[in-house]
Structure formats: C-alpha cells, structure tokens
C-alpha cells in the first residue's frame, strides 16, 4: 500500500511554455500533499504544501505565481510551471501524507523538467 | 528554523562491509524518517522512526531523541545499497513538512 504515482516522468519544454505535472495517491487518500525540489546532487527542497480544498501554502522564496498548485479531489495535486525558463529546470518530487493513524509520508517517483 | 546534518556526506564500502550513517537535528521533532533514494530518483523509504530502535533485514534504526540524533546502520552491503540516503525530520509546529538533511552518497563496490 502507499503508493504515489506521478505524472509524466520526463518532460521537455520550450521556454515561455507552461507544464503540469501530476501527483496522485493511488491506494489511501491524501487530504495533505507535498511538492519538493531536487537540484542535480543536493537535497529535497519543499516548495510548497497543497491542502485538498483549499489554496496551498508556498514556502519562502517560492513564487506562487509561477508555480500554481492545484489540489482538487483526495487522491490527486497538480502543480503547473507557468512560463517556464531555463532555471526551472530540476527535479519536481511530490509526496502525500498517509493519514490518520501514521505521520509517515510517501513519495512519488518524480518528474525531470527540462525547460531549452 | 530546524537544522538536519548528515554523516559523512560520501562513503565508499567493499561488498559486504558495514556501515553506519548519522543524522544530527537541533530541536524536538514530531517524526524520522529515514529514506534511500535510487539512481532513477525514487525515495524509498526506510523507515519511519520518531525513537527507539527499528530493523527491516539487513538494515536497522535508531533514533535517541533526547539527545537529538538517529542512526542508520547497514550490514553486510550490496552492490544494490548504492545511492543517497537521506534523513527527514518533521517539526513540532503540526503543520507535517518534512525538513531533509543533505543526505549521504553511498557506493559498495563489487
């Protein structure tokens, strides 16, 4: 059980383009889930926290603007980069909450953006 | 905010060896989790262990909590172990996020 599964796994975009990336709970729901990201061998950085029914919460220095987060139903987050530059570029990592009876967290396999 | 520091940041093993990773935090958290991720990317986790002592086959925990830090020890190492392994610590503020540590890169040599 606790499987998180994102959508889609490698990504390649123009500049100016907007992308989304999916993140979905597959066998619990996930009232809270997370975005995270990963710069070439450094750490996880949290972006930002999605709360089903309800506007996310950004971590400092994370513009909103640029990465919208979009937490419409238990089992599914979505987070779109909107004009994407070559900086975006990275490691987007989502992770969900189990829930009630556990604080253990689980993360999906990730989605490598590219942005030429 | 809360600081995660884990040692040593680079470990090099012969195929069989033992090991042992440390991950040191400055102040009372709610939750540990420890993580390996593999080259393709994927977290995988290790275990879930706000204190006490956990073991899952070849690899087992420690977290002494008062004293503010967590073990990670690894036995008889694969070639399969290789990868980052990282410490999360959730704060005390209820609010769930998770803060990592830089994590230590591990490669067992064949």
């Known amino acids: 059980g606790a499987v998180v599964s994102q959508h889609p796994s490698r990504v390649i975009c123009k500049s100016g383009t907007s992308v989304k990336i999916e993140c979905r709970s597959l066998d619990f729901q996930a009232t809270t889930m997370f975005w995270y990201r990963q710069f070439p061998k450094q750490s996880l950085m949290l972006m930002a926290t999605s709360n089903e029914g309800s506007k996310a919460t950004y971590e400092q220095g994370v513009e909103k603007d640029k990465f919208l987060i979009n937490h419409a139903s238990l089992t599914l987050s979505t987070l779109t980069v909107t004009s994407a530059h070559p900086e975006d570029s990275s490691f987007y990592i989502c992770?969900?909450?189990?829930?009630?009876?556990?604080?253990?967290?689980?993360f999906g396999p990730g989605t490598r953006l590219t942005v030429t | 905010g809360i600081q995660v520091e884990q040692s040593p940041p680079d470990l090099i093993l012969q195929e069989g060896a033992n090991s042992t990773l440390r991950c040191n935090f400055s102040?009372?958290?709610?939750?540990l989790q420890w993580f390996h991720q593999n080259p393709w990317g994927q977290l995988i986790n290790l275990f879930y262990?706000?204190?006490g002592t956990k073991q899952n086959g070849r690899l087992s925990a420690t977290t002494v909590a008062t004293e503010r830090y967590s073990l990670l020890y690894i036995s008889s190492s694969q070639t399969t172990d290789s990868g980052v392994y990282f410490c999360a610590v959730e704060r005390r503020d209820s609010s769930y996020k998770l803060i990592f540590g830089s994590g230590t890169r591990l490669l067992v040599r064949p």
């Open positions: 102040d009372s958290v709610n939750n």
């Open positions: 992770s969900a909450r189990v829930g009630q009876l556990s604080y253990e967290q689980y």
């Open positions: 262990i706000p204190s």
